[in-house]
């Protein structure tokens, strides 16, 4: 088991940015691959980004390249999500997860076998 905690969600103006973490414990983080997903209202959960295990690749959803990015401290077992220039249309709930293995598609919610509550983020225009 691999529990997860996000923070660092709030308010932020159209073009700000925000510093997303998430804290694990349980098993070995260094063991897992990591990713954010997010859900706005309404809609469904989508791919953010993530990262293999030792943080040597990291992967992007095509609308947030350039803009965000994922790191990991394997020392402090959290995984970040640093999101410049934040857009309206990027209010959601945010959330992290774990994946155990590099069996499928980094990209897909299904590969992720632990998820934390999430963290919401709110982009006012």
């Known amino acids: 088991q691999v529990q997860l905690v996000e923070s660092g969600g709030g308010l932020v103006q159209a073009g700000g940015s925000l510093r997303l973490s998430c804290a694990a414990s349980?098993?070995?983080?260094?063991?897992?691959?990591m990713g954010w997903f997010r859900q706005a209202p309404g809609k469904e959960r989508e791919f953010v980004a993530a990262i293999r295990q030792s943080g040597d690749s990291t992967y992007y959803a095509n609308s947030v390249k350039g803009r965000f990015t994922i790191s990991r401290d394997n020392a402090k077992n959290t995984v970040y999500l640093q999101m410049n220039s934040l857009k309206p249309d990027e209010t959601a709930v945010y959330y992290c997860a774990a994946r155990p293995d590099n069996v499928g598609s980094i990209y897909s919610a299904a590969r992720y076998g632990y998820w934390g509550q999430g963290t919401e983020v709110t982009v006012s225009s």
């Open positions: 349980g098993r070995t983080f260094s063991n897992y691959g």
